[in-house]
């Protein structure tokens, strides 16, 4: 892997354990430096999109805690961490017992910041950057933390997250409840209260919650 943005990360974040996972340390946004409040226009200058990967979200916060509370969900089997961002969830799954873990991210800069958070933590699992959305994959468990915050991305994933869960496959979403999961049927596994950050979220505490299709065995 390339580490062309491995500066840029390190001179934009500090070392932080998540409120809900202090067993955690993860490069996260060091909000008084400029990249934060950089818009979009800047941050594409700098070759970047929104730095998701610089935040440990209420939904990934809340999948990590319920995977290092429950290891057995994870424990040697193969575990997808899917728009990993930080790779909070691959590294709760790889503590965690997973047999062969990997943590996928469109983001080549969410890559090289994974990379960097998995050796602080001492860990392995593997890093892609590949579009997975409708392939069939031979993941035992899909970990999915905080992506529904897009109507399209919702769109997407959903249909193939059932199929995924339909072929047998542990499906948990991590999510505060955000507008494109209400009225499917999902149903609540744990609730936990997530400290997130100010710039990104409309407020700074979010009820996260871990939730599973309806029809899951
Ligand atoms: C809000 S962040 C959540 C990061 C992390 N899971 C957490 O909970 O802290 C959402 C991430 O999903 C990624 N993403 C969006 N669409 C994706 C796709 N089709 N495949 C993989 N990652 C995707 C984004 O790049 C972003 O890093």
């Not at 008084?32 to 209420?58: C, N, S």
């Not at 790779?87 to 969410?110: N, R």
């Amino acid at each position: 892997m390339r580490e062309a943005f491995e500066p840029l990360i390190l001179e934009n974040t500090r070392p932080v354990a998540p409120s809900l996972v202090p067993e955690i340390t993860l490069y996260l946004a060091d909000e008084d430096r400029p990249l934060y409040r950089a818009g979009e226009d800047e941050l594409a200058q700098l070759g970047l999109g929104t730095p998701y990967w610089a935040f440990a979200w209420a939904g990934g916060q809340a999948l990590a805690r319920h995977i290092l509370d429950n290891p057995e969900t994870v424990a040697g089997r193969k575990v997808l961490d899917f728009g990993a961002g930080s790779g909070l969830v691959a590294i709760a799954a790889a503590k965690s017992g997973g047999f062969d873990v990997t943590a996928v991210d469109i983001d080549p800069v969410a890559a090289e910041a994974m990379a960097l958070n998995r050796a602080l933590n001492d860990v392995w699992f593997e890093i892609e950057t590949a579009d997975l959305v409708d392939t069939r994959g031979d993941w035992e468990v899909l970990l999915i933390g905080d992506v529904f915050y897009e109507k399209q991305t919702a769109e997407r994933l959903l249909p193939w997250l059932r199929d995924q869960q339909d072929a047998g496959r542990t499906v948990l979403i991590g999510d505060p409840g955000r507008f494109y999961l209400k009225g499917l049927g999902l149903e609540p596994v744990a609730q936990y209260t997530a400290g997130t950050t100010g710039i990104m979220e409309d407020s700074d505490l979010r009820n996260a919650r871990v939730w599973r299709f309806g029809n899951a065995p």
